[in-house]
């Protein structure tokens, strides 16, 4: 049975530094479950790792896809399940690391979540209709059509919303369990809601400071708005300021709102996730020692 790590948790909840130690302990590779990171060049709004912050330890899934390239569920647990072989080959603990809760929900729970075709006159008529009649109209018309898509899909991602309903008119549902060739250990790292919007509010102060406005001021011009990656959030209220839409100060604050409902709505799905231990990153130390227990024993089991 392939043993792999899981750490999961909220924007700004500390991940991958807490990744990173426990890769040192145990031998291991990271592979990264960020929907934005996976794009070169969208570095500042995607807090995407650094190589000082990897402290030696190799990353996947980071940078590997052009900004105007697809990147969907299936092609991550596509790579992912490739990367977790590569790693096992060398002897090496693979250890998962994000926010993006689709993408660790489909790998953890043996769903296909969508190698449907596209269909590219369909997407255009949902991102119409999502446009004129708003994402939470659309989101209820998913809602009849598939409950079971409708409950694992971010009601308020367009992008997410748009394909769920293309996988689910076209492809089925798609969600047959498989019997899995994991045996999987799943920590979520959380904190206190007050403490954590204000590590929120700095990060974006500090993303801002650091350049983000020229960073997505030179993507919009070269590929746009409608890329896949632009419709983040920290790069969707930077492109509705460049183009005069709203002020600064409304942009900085719009981010910083809308990174706290991710954060609500990242928290939510982790609930909805079976068998995870929640780990509180307020208290490193006591949080490390105590996932080093739960490790070593894991490490010693056979899946039943």
């Known amino acids: 049975m392939k043993k792999v790590l899981f750490i999961l948790g909220t924007t700004c ?13 145990y031998n291991g590779e ?3 479950a960020d929907s934005v990171q996976v794009y070169k060049n969208f570095d500042i709004g995607s807090a995407k790792i650094i190589q000082q912050e990897m402290d030696g330890i190799v990353h996947y899934g980071i940078d590997i896809k052009e ?48 190698d449907t075709n596209k269909h590219s006159e369909f997407r255009k008529e949902i991102e119409k209709e999502i446009e004129e009649k708003g994402i939470d109209e659309v989101y209820s018309r998913l809602k009849d059509l598939s409950p079971k898509l409708a409950k694992d899909v971010d009601r308020k991602n ?51 400071n650091n350049g983000l406005i020229d960073e997505v001021k030179r993507l919009y011009q070269k590929y746009g708005q409608d890329i896949q990656p632009m419709r983040a959030i920290g790069y969707k209220e930077v492109v509705s300021f ?51 227990g739960e490790i070593d024993k894991w490490l010693t089991q056979k899946k039943s």
């Open 242 to 292: 460049l183009k005069g839409e709203i002020s600064e100060h409304e942009m900085t604050e719009l981010i910083k709102r809308h990174t706290r409902n991710y954060a609500k709505r990242q928290l939510t799905f982790l609930k909805g996730m079976k068998n995870v231990i929640y780990l509180d990153s307020n208290e490193k130390t006591k949080a490390l020692n105590f996932a080093k």
């Open 30 to 32: 990271i592979i990264s």
């Open 13 to 25: 909840s500390g991940k991958s530094d807490f990744a990173v130690k426990l890769a040192k302990m």
């Open 67 to 114: 900004p105007n390239e697809e990147f969907t569920v299936y092609n991550f647990v596509e790579y992912t399940k490739e990367k977790i072989d590569e790693i096992l080959s060398k002897n090496k603990l693979p250890i998962i690391v994000g926010g993006t809760g689709l993408y660790a929900k489909a790998l953890i729970e043996g769903y296909n979540f969508g």
């Open 158 to 208: 367009p992008v997410r919303v748009t394909r769920a309903f293309e996988i689910a008119k076209f492809g089925g549902e798609k969600q047959s369990k498989i019997q899995s060739q994991y045996h999987f250990l799943v920590f979520a790292l959380t904190m206190d809601r007050q403490l954590l919007y204000t590590k929120i509010n700095k990060r974006v102060d500090s993303m801002l």
